[in-house]
Nanobody, 113 residues
């Protein structure tokens, strides 16, 4: 059974940074692409960033140049470094594998203006 545990969220002022982590178990981590999604209150969940098993990355236009996704296959962990945060980045952030599996509990990111 796939288990995903996100951490690293919190309250930060606009312009600040956070680093999210996602520990995965129950999958052959190194063989899966991994993704980060976010869901703001009252909005649909949206794809933020992805990383292939080879390390190629892609980002939503809204976070390009500010967020960086990375992975450590030895630790079965995917990261999301978020810089220059904006109030519109406020959301619950979730990671998942590709194809999508069970969702974890997510981690709340709140950016104050």
């Amino acid at each position: 059974q796939v288990q995903l545990v996100e951490s690293g969220g919190g309250l930060v002022q606009a312009g600040g940074s956070l680093r999210l982590s996602c520990a995965a178990s129950g999958i052959t981590f190194g063989l899966n692409a991994m993704v980060w999604y976010r869901q703001a209150l009252g909005k649909q969940r949206e794809l933020v960033a992805s990383i292939t098993k080879y390390g190629s990355t892609d980002y939503a236009d809204s976070v390009k140049g500010r967020f960086t996704i990375s992975r450590d296959n030895a630790k079965n962990t995917v990261y999301l470094q978020m810089n220059s945060l904006k109030p519109e980045d406020t959301a619950v952030y979730y990671c998942n594998s590709v194809p999508l599996s069970n969702w974890g509990q997510g981690t709340q990111v709140t950016v104050s203006s």
